[in-house]
């Protein structure tokens, strides 16, 4: 019998599996009339997704807070199947982009303003990844009772391409509590120069922009090489549709460059004007990019 450390709805709950770990469990009626304490009757338990690291818990609280909780559980179920299925090593901060475009893509499909993705194709190159994409669209179709054309299949491997991770370098610790330190400061000296500050309205967008300053360091200081993918046309759409957001991007990445001395791929300036662009909200100037929720 598993206790329960959060009940998320009738048919979804967080478990304690003892020494600090924890599960997301899925089960029709699993947690009905259940609380925190209890215990799950494991016969009605359909699935288990394994939180492995106080990351991925962290992420699932986060998340929690404004993406609906069946697009949660089933981003997890997505990367639970390329972990085990695959024997994919994915970097944690995958479940929150996969999370958030899922859920940007569904409210797309429900308002009717769904858009083909202009992401290249590369399954000659990826052919892991969107085996593992194909797999995570039929569980959305199936989980939300929706229907996503094949062609997003491109953009959910881009979020696998993009996140794949070779393993932890436990040693680092010192150096990206520094890093992440300086790098903090760096961004935020260089928000308020431009009047970007966070409030109620985009503390989320603003959360989120911190969460991945925080897996930049951990690459920075695991010195891994840049992550380059044939992503750089949508860059310079993006550019064209929100130039004050890449003003303000490009004044960030120039300063990690330089200032940190960091070596970073010409796709991280994109990753750092998406996240720009959701905290001010600036509007599309190109009618080809309605958000930066459509394609990614």
Do not use: W
């Not at 090593?89 to 303003?113: E, P, R, S």
């Not at 491997?157 to 436990?170: C, T």
């Not at 662009?277 to 930066?292: A, F, H, T």
């Amino acid at each position: 019998m598993l206790g329960i450390v959060q009940v998320l709805n009738n048919n979804c709950a967080i478990v304690d599996l003892g020494k600090g770990r924890q599960a997301l469990v899925k089960g029709r009626g699993v947690a009905y009339q259940k609380r925190k304490g209890d215990q799950l009757d494991n016969e009605r338990i359909e699935k288990v997704m394994y939180l492995a690291t106080k990351e991925s818990q962290q992420n699932l609280a986060f998340l929690l807070k404004d993406i609906p909780i069946n697009i949660v559980t089933t981003t997890y179920e997505i990367v639970d199947n390329a972990k085990s299925k695959y024997h994919y090593n994915l970097a944690d901060f995958v479940y929150v982009t996969l999370a958030d475009h899922i859920n940007g893509m569904y409210k797309h499909l429900q308002n009717n303003t769904y858009q083909r993705t202009p992401v290249p194709d590369m399954q000659e190159q990826y052919p892991t990844e969107y085996h593992i994409a194909a797999d995570g669209l039929k569980i959305i179709n199936a989980n939300l009772k929706v229907y996503f054309p094949k062609d997003e299949i491109k953009s959910i491997a881009l979020h696998f391409i993009n996140g794949r991770s070779e393993g932890e370098d436990v040693s680092a610790g010192n150096e990206t509590s520094q890093i992440t330190s300086d790098l903090n400061d760096l961004v935020q000296s260089i928000l308020q120069k431009n009047m970007v500050l966070r409030n109620g309205s985009n503390q989320n967008f603003y959360d989120r922009l911190m969460i991945h300053l925080g897996y930049l360091a951990e690459r920075l200081s695991q010195h891994q090489p840049s992550n380059e993918r044939a992503i750089v046309k949508i860059e310079e759409e993006m550019k064209t549709s929100y130039p004050h957001s890449y003003k303000i991007a490009h004044e960030i990445y120039e300063a990690i460059c330089s200032e940190l001395d960091a070596d970073l791929g010409i796709n991280e300036e994109l990753y750092l004007l998406i996240h720009i662009q959701r905290i001010i909200n600036e509007k599309d100037n190109e009618s080809g990019l309605k958000s930066s929720e459509t394609n990614y």
